[in-house]
T-cell receptor
Framework: DADVTQTPRNRITKTGKRIMLECSQT?????MYWYRQDPGLGLRLIYY???????NKGEISDGYSVSRQAQAKFSLSLESAIPNQTALYFC??????????????FGPGTRLTVT | AQTVTQSQPEMSVQEAETVTLSCTYD???????LFWYKQPPSRQMILVIR??????QNATENRFSVNFQKAAKSFSLKISDSQLGDTAMYFC????????????FGGGTRLMVKP
């Protein structure tokens, strides 16, 4: 089974709808991240969380909100979706500490289309 | 803020040949980490290779190696003996010596390996 899972994998929604993207991990990591990928721009950080009670805005948080329901779960919400939020969304996790623990582990991505 | 630049949006290489992907970055930090991620058509983000800035020796992972030039803030990826399975988007990423293990990505290079 995958260590980092995302649901749904693909979603088409209409402008103005509320949508939630979910991420779960079995790696036991404290840190979780949400990124969006756009052509030519790479991945950009939306929100990140160091633990259940520590949530921080990233580079492009406007229009998004998050919830860290448990150590293993981190959800991203679009309260009122708009077409320029059409993108590929990734969840990632990492452990704190030194050495190889700096690596981030990515989920499979969610392709979101807002019409 | 750090920036990462990949100046080659697309590249192609013949199977079994060698190709080099370029990456430059801007930072005022002295200790940091650099990464190359591969994204095949499956969308999965796969870590290819990492480099710690305090290490002078260039990292190597099988057919993949880097040329890390700290003074020039350059971090190129060399793929030797290219294989069809190397066809993918490649992202260069920077992680500063901060508390969050957050990544800053370049815009990506699309590599096509031709038979």
């Amino acid at each position: 089974d995958a260590d980092v899972t995302q649901t749904p994998r693909n979603r088409i929604t209409k402008t103005g709808k509320r949508i939630m993207l979910e991420c779960s991990q079995t790696k036991g990591h404290d840190r979780m991240y949400w990124y969006r990928q756009d052509p030519g721009l790479g991945l950009r950080l939306i929100y990140y969380s160091f633990d259940v009670k520590d949530i921080n805005k990233g580079e492009i948080s406007d229009g998004y909100s998050v919830s860290r329901q448990a150590q293993a779960k981190f959800s991203l919400s679009l309260e009122s979706a708009i077409p320029n939020q059409t993108a590929l969304y990734f969840c990632a996790t990492s452990d704190r500490g030194q050495g190889r623990s700096y690596e981030q582990y990515f989920g499979p991505g969610t392709r979101l289309t807002v019409t | 803020a750090q920036t990462v630049t990949q100046s080659q949006p697309e590249m192609s290489v013949q199977e079994a040949e060698t190709v080099t992907l370029s990456c430059t970055y801007d930072t005022s930090e002295n200790n940091y980490y650099l990464f190359w991620y591969k994204q095949p058509p499956s969308r999965q983000m796969i870590l290819v290779i990492r480099q710690e800035a305090y290490k002078q020796q260039n990292a190597t992972e099988n057919r993949f190696s880097v040329n890390f030039q700290k003074a020039a803030k350059s971090f190129s990826l060399k793929i030797s003996d290219s294989q069809l399975g190397d066809t993918a988007m490649y992202f260069c990423a920077f992680m500063g010596n901060n508390a969050g293990n957050m990544l800053t990505f370049g815009g990506g290079t699309r590599l096509m390996v031709k038979p």
